[in-house]
């Protein structure tokens, strides 16, 4: 029974979700993907998640896009949002910390910090 929370993947690259799937399955979370800006926003207006994990990177939208419209949305206002990129300035992680962000994680990352990092999150957003 997963019992840590329900979790949304936001990436488009198959073994970037595959290993975030496995290590968040692993610690207990319900775990859904999404490959596109566009079906990720859909997942998170017809369900109810308790982080989002967004990539910077995306084929149709910009994490920033999607990151501000989620922060937006009722459903999706306080739900936290951790951005991941390969490539992120400075600048871009201020970005994301300003539209609403609790996180931006680097990628490559250890599989165990990076759960620490989500669990962290969703623990200290409960708790609020």
Do not use: W, Y
């Not at 999404?34 to 910009?62: C, M």
């Not at 936290?80 to 490559?108: C, K, Y």
């Not at 990092?117 to 623990?123: F, G, I, Q």
């Amino acid at each position: 029974m997963n019992d840590k929370g329900r979790i949304l993947v936001i990436e488009n690259d198959a073994p970037s979700v595959m290993m975030l799937v496995n290590a968040l399955t692993q610690a207990g979370c319900d775990v859904q993907a999404a490959f596109t800006g566009a079906k990720g926003k859909e997942l998170a207006q017809e369900n109810k998640f308790d982080l989002i994990v967004l990539s910077l990177a995306l084929p149709d939208r910009s994490g920033f896009e999607i990151c501000g419209e989620l922060k937006q949305r009722h459903l999706t206002h306080n739900t936290p949002i951790v951005f991941i990129s390969r490539h992120a300035t400075i600048e871009d992680q201020q970005r994301a910390l300003e539209l609403g962000a609790v996180d931006f994680i680097e990628i490559p990352f250890s599989s165990g910090d990076f759960v620490s990092r989500v669990l962290s999150h969703m623990k200290e957003t409960s708790q609020t």
